[in-house]
């Protein structure tokens, strides 16, 4: 259950927002409400990750503070769905790094520095640490193949696990309907497209206008983040099935696509860090911003630390930046189910629940139109 | 630097006036009386616009001519209209959305939503505080200034019909060559309302800015402009008497009445509820409780019609029986049951309920008679909202010429003194009410003013 405070104020700002209507044409968050006339904690689950955090409504509404009515829906459904990653979280006991995402991360990826620097130490020696290898296997000399995938393979069941339990949850207490493949289809065209970010046409925030900044800065992380996914898939599949030792070289599918990758995703992730940055402080949730923050950063890191890898892979460096980027990788994958790395999986399915709610063509009213 | 152009306000007739001054190459000065959070006037609670158009628009189907918008318009004002300014108003209209969308006005999409598309209105994307923000966006940067808490108090005299520039409150002076005065109407003073209602002012809701307290229209007769427009007259409509005095906007107005009775302070019914459709009718019920006793009423439902009607900001007051609703209202109790009691057992029995037409569904002998939608309200729980009249504004108003110049006690134009928007509607507009109209009044006119303003500047 999501806090009860939340659900009464979502139910008051909703009650104001059904009885005006003016943002129907920004996104499905206003559609989507105004049936509803009380709010259960999936209705809340639900709302908030079908919000995209454009933030069109508070530009546009009338009743942003000062105005007694206090309405701001863009904080509300944010500081929501910083709760329902919480909520929905598994195992629980591990939700509790969302509370300080910033400082998890970072100590994450340090105690994993730690514990990898000591591992490549004992298994290679020191001067091998601190010598430039080159040539096939290059990166095996620090770290046996069967160490990195297992290591590789146990973040990522984990991680999988994890975030699958949490979107099984999700779906059972917002009822979405999961089978219905015509919703599954229009909702994985609405993702894809980021159709929610266009704002009805006036585009997302971006220093309190308007603008497609943040749909194209979001579009190069995500992008970014399947050529990373398909660059190691291709290595996987030219070492395993055609025998060829990494390193790669240069104009080979796994580096290019890594740096094609790795390039996108640490423009994106700075891009939208910037873009965060500048606009409007107030209708956002500090819970949420610093999930957001954390996130980015992380992948920025990783990001960075694969790019330099790349770079000076040949040289004496090569062996501690495999541990930074060994240990940032690690951070990543064991904060994913417990920090912004899951909105895609809510928001995906509250998009499922939209499409089939408004499949059929709802009754048309009238008498809004009159001051 | 002087500037060629003062405008005074904030909403969509001073916006408006200000991007076509500064097209027309003026240097323009904008003087907004909100603080920058509560810029733009009723505009920020409006939705739509009027707009004449003889094919399909992308946001409006089918036609809607200017002879037929002119019928519209003799229908609600009874004929008292300024026939030239109204033929300006409606013609030029046909041009208003190609330049508004060029300011950066997107339209509402068609088929989202539960807004059906009017033949008649256009309506915004994200509403009037979303056109607010993009017509300061687009001003701004094609550089108009804009000052916030800059209070106009009065115009200064350069001469015979002359204007040489405006005094702020705190008695700052600043020179313009010529003034567009666009800051609204009045009705947020409430001491000016009492001038013509007495202390019934004092119990009216203010639905829209608590800045429009026609301080720049005072200054206009203080200068001399020829007053236009019934001084009692205002558009109003039933709200929730829990509604904030000030700015409340369009979520406190009550669309339960066709669907059951409303009853004064003596637990009365005053008028036919069911009259007319609602979209026709609902303009006339901030009038109507005006003028009961106490500028009070309660509008009563029950079960049977809950949801039928677009829902206001808080929810309706609820009870088990006639008698608690009359409590939880603040009426008497037998007074109520019995209005109740006499109005269910004068239904003619037999007619089938139908909320989108004129039903027929109807009371026999009563007096006021309810002639459509007459359903006896038996069915629990019974619910209720207190009304107040809430005042949307008001028709008071300057006159004007065709280019937007005001006139004089005299009769004769201002030499660069210039109004448009509310200040100035009710020249076309004297009284009732076309949804979307005061937009369409103060865009063509906004504009008129703008450029002339600019052309006597420049000249």
Redesign the interface.
Same mark, same amino acid.
């Given at each position: 259950m999501l806090e009860l405070d939340l659900i009464a104020e979502t139910e008051r700002q909703f009650g104001i927002c059904n009885a005006c209507r003016y943002c129907e044409g920004f996104c499905a968050v206003f559609p989507a409400a105004e049936g509803r006339t009380a709010f259960g904690g999936g209705d809340v689950a639900y709302l908030a990750n079908l919000c995209h955090d454009c933030r069109m409504c508070f530009d546009a509404c009338p009743f942003t503070p000062p105005h007694e009515y206090a309405v701001n829906i863009p904080a509300l459904l944010a500081a929501a769905r910083a709760q329902t990653y919480e909520r929905y979280a598994w195992p629980r006991a591990l939700a509790r790094l969302l509370r300080v995402p910033g400082a998890s991360s970072a100590t994450i990826a340090a105690v994993a520095f730690a514990v990898l620097l000591v591992l490549a130490i004992a298994s290679s020696g020191a001067a091998a640490f601190l010598a430039p290898h080159t040539g096939p296997g290059a990166f095996y000399r620090i770290f046996s193949f069967g160490a990195l995938l297992s290591g590789a393979l146990l973040f990522s069941a984990f991680g999988i696990v994890a975030i699958v339990a949490g979107a099984m949850s999700f779906a059972r207490d917002t009822g979405v309907p999961v089978r219905s493949a015509g919703a599954l289809a229009r909702a994985a065209h609405e993702a894809l497209a980021l159709v929610y970010l266009r704002g009805g046409g006036a585009g997302c925030y971006d220093a309190h206008r308007g603008s497609s900044s943040r749909r194209v800065l979001h579009g190069f992380v995500f992008w970014g983040f399947l050529a990373a996914f398909a660059s190691t898939t291709a290595a996987a599949v030219e070492q395993d099935l055609l025998g060829i030792i990494p390193p790669f070289p240069l104009l080979s599918v796994p580096v290019v696509l890594g740096v094609l990758g790795g390039v996108a995703i640490l423009a994106g992730a700075v891009g939208l860090i910037a873009l965060k940055r500048r606009s409007d402080s107030e209708p956002v949730s500090h819970r949420m911003i610093v999930l957001d923050y954390a996130f980015l950063a992380v992948l920025a890191l990783v990001a960075l630390s694969g790019l330099l890898l790349l770079a000076l892979r040949t040289t004496a460096a090569m062996p501690a930046l495999l541990v930074a980027h060994l240990a940032l990788l690690v951070a990543l994958y064991a904060t994913a189910p417990y920090g912004k790395f899951v909105h895609f999986v809510y928001r995906y399915l509250s998009l499922v629940k939209h499409a089939a709610e408004s499949a059929p063509a709802r009754a048309a009213s009238t008498g809004g139109s009159h001051l | 630097m002087v500037p060629d152009v003062i405008v005074v306000g904030g909403g969509n007739a001073a916006l408006t006036a200000a991007i076509s001054a500064r097209r027309a190459g003026a240097e323009v000065l904008l003087l907004e009386r909100a603080p920058e959070?509560?810029r733009g006037g009723n505009t +920020?609670?409006?939705?739509?616009i009027r707009i004449a158009h003889d094919a399909p628009l992308d946001a409006a189907p089918g036609a809607y001519a200017v002879d037929e918008f002119f019928e519209d318009l003799l229908r609600v004002t009874g004929g008292e209209t300024d026939r030239a300014l109204a033929e300006i108003a409606l013609r030029e209209s046909a041009g208003v959305p190609a330049w508004m969308e060029a300011q950066g006005v +997107?339209w509402?999409?068609a088929l989202?939503?539960?807004?059906?598309l009017?033949r008649t209105?256009l309506?915004?994307?994200?509403?009037?505080?979303?056109v607010v923000?993009t017509y300061y %966006?687009t001003a701004i940067r094609l550089g108009v200034r804009v000052r916030y808490d800059a209070t106009v108090t009065a115009l200064l005299a350069g001469g015979d019909r002359v204007v040489e520039g405006v005094m702020l409150d705190g008695g700052e002076r600043i020179a313009g060559r010529a003034v567009v005065v666009a800051a609204g109407g009045f009705e947020a003073n409430v001491g000016w309302l009492g001038e013509y209602w007495g202390e019934a002012a004092e119990r009216f809701v203010i639905?829209g800015t608590p800045y429009n307290t026609g301080l720049a229209l005072r200054a206009l007769y203080d200068a001399g402009a020829k007053r236009v427009g019934d001084p009692r007259g205002f558009h109003s409509?039933a709200c929730d008497a829990r509604a904030?005095r000030f %700015?409340g906007?369009?979520?406190?107005?009550i %669309?339960s009445i066709p669907f059951g009775i409303v009853v004064n302070a003596s637990g009365k019914r005053f008028y036919d509820e069911g009259e007319e459709l609602?979209?026709k009718r609902? @303009?006339i019920w901030g009038k109507l409780i005006a003028e009961q006793p106490g500028q009070t009423a309660a509008a009563i439902f029950d079960a049977q019609v809950a949801g039928r009607?677009?829902?206001? @900001?808080?929810?309706p007051l609820r009870a088990d029986s006639i008698g608690e609703l009359a409590t939880l209202l603040e009426l008497d109790a037998a007074a109520v049951t019995a209005t109740v009691a006499e109005y269910n057992a004068a239904i003619v029995p037999g007619g089938t309920f139908d909320p989108a037409v004129l039903d027929g569904c109807a009371t026999r002998g009563l007096v006021p008679p309810k002639s459509h939608w007459a359903l006896p309200i038996d069915t629990p729980p019974l619910f209720g909202y207190r009304l107040r009249a809430g005042i949307?504004f008001t028709y008071l108003g300057v006159e004007v010429g065709t280019d937007a110049r005001v006139v004089d006690e005299g009769g004769t134009p201002f030499e660069n003194l210039y109004a448009a928007g509310e200040c100035m509607a009710g020249n076309i507009l004297s009284r009732g009410?076309l @949804?979307?109209f005061g937009l369409t009044i103060g865009t063509v006119f906004g504009r008129i003013a703008g450029r002339n303003a600019a052309r006597h500047a420049r000249a």
């Open positions: - | 959070r509560m +920020r609670h409006t939705r739509d +997107r509402q999409p989202t939503g539960t807004l059906h009017s209105n309506f915004f994307l994200g509403g009037g505080k979303h923000n %966006d639905r409509t904030p %700015d906007g369009i979520v406190t107005r %669309d609602w979209p609902y @303009a009607f677009i829902p206001s @900001a808080f929810p949307t009410y @949804a979307g």
